[in-house]
């Protein structure tokens, strides 16, 4: 392992690489503009064209995406033995984002327009990270094993780009490095998992004031579904015994987003609702969604018209992400420890609450560790860079890259 001062850097550079990618307005499923950018940034920086690659994930994904996750590929320069290595960040920003206007203030990278979008620091942040972990490996001449760099699309709205991937696309790697968070110093060796499930509620129309006992009131399967689902325990933070979770119901309305219903005087007959489920232990996920399901199901029953007709409900759901939590003596958690400790800092391992990447790596065989690349703040208008942890996490890169 290489002593902490060799990991130098042009920060100059990194941090303009990163202001140019926060520039960019492409937010998640119009990954196409930021796609580009990286390209032609990989390319400056001397990675062949033929070394740069788009898959077609973007063909499985069940949300419109116009373009696959971005691939790159280094050989080796180092020990003919190395076992390749995985580097990965995502190139999408949530909506918020859209127009953000990045500048430098003091050791941050702040928005202009503060108070009015996001910055996009998650996760243009990582995509600085690894085009100036490649810039600096070939400016240096750097000594590494066989590398695969990968962009994802649609991290943000389902970790999708990960999920839909083929995992033959990436070369074999044996151990993988996201950067996604905060802290340089952070190893998130486990995360939760989740589902998402939707609801469609279909009542009857009526007069509400001539004849509302004509109608069925999807409104009210609604709301005695949520009832019973609080009354059981649940509903948000949920903790049966041993087991803990958590749910929420994000949005009721109709599929394009309006408000359920037309008017005061009409007997609202349908509801459309949206709604996840996530757990450290998939069983448990599963679970939560079941008692969702169950409590729509039989409020359906009770919601009836004057004949005795009742809703009707279509309940779907998914598998978002799997959950994952790698051993403390994992090989990928110790190479992540020393580099850490090369830069001159101390490893904290931690789990989240939240889907990362990593989750469907793990799955699809490739042990991954997240770490932050000064990500603040992040989905909301006060979002910032923190240049000390960028730096640290470019630094962090080259240390993992580089060791031996």
Same mark, same amino acid.
């Given at each position: 392992?290489?002593?902490?001062?060799?990991?130098?850097?042009?920060?100059?550079?990194?941090?303009?690489?990163?202001?140019?990618?926060?520039?960019?307005?492409?937010?998640?499923?119009?990954?196409?503009?930021?796609?580009?950018?990286?390209?032609?940034?990989?390319?400056?920086?001397?990675?062949?064209?033929?070394?740069?690659?788009?898959?077609?994930?973007?063909?499985?994904?069940?949300?419109?995406?116009?373009?696959?996750?971005?691939?790159?590929?280094?050989?080796?320069?180092?020990?003919?033995?190395?076992?390749?290595?995985?580097?990965?960040?995502?190139?999408?920003?949530?909506?918020?984002?859209?127009?953000?206007?990045?500048?430098?203030?003091?050791?941050?990278?702040?928005?202009?327009?503060?108070?009015?979008?996001?910055?996009?620091?998650?996760?243009?942040?990582?995509?600085?990270?690894?085009?100036?972990?490649?810039?600096?490996?070939?400016?240096?001449?750097?000594?590494?094993?066989?590398?695969?760099?990968?962009?994802?699309?649609?991290?943000?709205?389902?970790?999708?780009?990960?999920?839909?991937?083929?995992?033959?696309?990436?070369?074999?790697?044996?151990?993988?490095?996201?950067? %996604? *968070? $905060? =802290? &340089?110093? /952070?190893?998130?060796?486990?995360?939760?998992?989740?589902?998402?499930?939707?609801?469609?509620? #279909?009542?009857?129309?009526?007069?509400?004031?001539?004849?509302?006992?004509?109608?069925?009131?999807?409104?009210?399967?609604?709301?005695?579904?949520?009832?019973?689902?609080?009354?059981?325990?649940?509903?948000?933070?949920?903790?049966?015994?041993?087991?803990?979770?958590?749910?929420?119901?994000?949005?009721?309305?109709?599929? %394009? *987003? $309006? =408000? &359920?219903? /037309?008017?005061?005087?009409?007997?609202?007959?349908?509801?459309?609702?949206?709604?996840?489920? #996530?757990?450290?232990?998939?069983?448990?996920?599963?679970?939560?969604?079941?008692?969702?399901?169950?409590?729509?199901?039989?409020?359906?029953?009770?919601?009836?018209?004057?004949?005795?007709?009742?809703?009707?409900?279509?309940?779907?759901?998914?598998?978002?992400?799997?959950?994952?939590?790698?051993?403390?003596?994992?090989?990928?958690?110790?190479? &992540?420890?020393?580099?850490?400790?090369?830069?001159?800092?101390?490893?904290?391992?931690?789990?989240?609450?939240?889907?990362?990447?990593?989750?469907?790596?793990?799955?699809?065989?490739?042990?991954?560790?997240?770490?932050?690349?000064?990500?603040?703040?992040?989905?909301?208008?006060?979002?910032?860079?923190?240049?000390?942890?960028?730096?640290?996490?470019?630094?962090?890169?080259?240390?993992?890259?580089?060791?031996?």
């Amino acid at each position: 392992m290489p002593t902490a001062p060799a990991f130098a850097l042009d920060t100059d550079a990194a941090v303009q690489r990163l202001l140019r990618f926060l520039s960019v307005n492409a937010i998640t499923g119009h990954e196409e503009p930021i796609g580009k950018e990286l390209a032609a940034a990989l390319q400056e920086v001397g990675v062949p064209a033929a070394a740069i690659t788009f898959d077609d994930a973007h063909t499985r994904i069940p949300e419109p995406t116009p373009i696959g996750n971005l691939i790159v590929k280094l050989p080796g320069t180092g020990k003919k033995s190395a076992k390749p290595v995985l580097f990965m960040t995502h190139m999408d920003t949530v909506p918020l984002c859209a127009g953000a206007k990045p500048k430098v203030a003091g050791k941050r990278v702040v928005n202009e327009l503060e108070g009015t979008t996001a910055l996009g620091g998650d996760n243009r942040s990582g995509c600085a990270v690894l085009v100036t972990l490649v810039a600096e490996l070939l400016k240096q001449n750097l000594p590494h094993p066989p590398l695969t760099l990968l962009f994802t699309v649609r991290e943000e709205s389902g970790l999708f780009g990960a999920k839909y991937l083929n995992p033959a696309d990436l070369g074999g790697p044996v151990v993988g490095f996201n950067f %996604d *968070g $905060r =802290s &340089a110093s /952070d190893v998130i060796v486990g995360a939760i998992g989740a589902d998402r499930w939707t609801v469609d509620i #279909r009542g009857k129309a009526a007069h509400a004031g001539v004849a509302p006992e004509k109608g069925i009131s999807a409104t009210m399967v609604f709301s005695l579904a949520m009832s019973e689902v609080h009354e059981g325990g649940w509903f948000g933070k949920v903790v049966k015994g041993t087991r803990t979770g958590t749910s929420n119901v994000g949005l009721v309305g109709t599929p %394009d *987003g $309006r =408000s &359920a219903g /037309d008017a005061t005087n009409v007997v609202t007959d349908y509801v459309h609702v949206k709604g996840e489920s #996530r757990s450290h232990d998939a069983k448990f996920v599963r679970e939560i969604t079941a008692a969702y399901k169950s409590a729509f199901t039989a409020a359906a029953g009770r919601v009836k018209d004057h004949e005795g007709r009742g809703a009707k409900i279509k309940f779907t759901s998914r598998l978002d992400y799997v959950p994952f939590r790698l051993k403390a003596d994992a090989p990928v958690v110790g190479r &992540a420890e020393a580099a850490i400790r090369a830069i001159g800092r101390e490893p904290n391992l931690r789990v989240t609450n939240g889907g990362l990447d990593a989750n469907w790596m793990v799955k699809h065989g490739v042990p991954t560790v997240t770490f932050g690349a000064g990500q603040n703040e992040i989905h909301t208008v006060k979002e910032y860079v923190d240049l000390v942890e960028f730096e640290a996490g470019c630094r962090l890169a080259l240390a993992l890259a580089t060791a031996e």
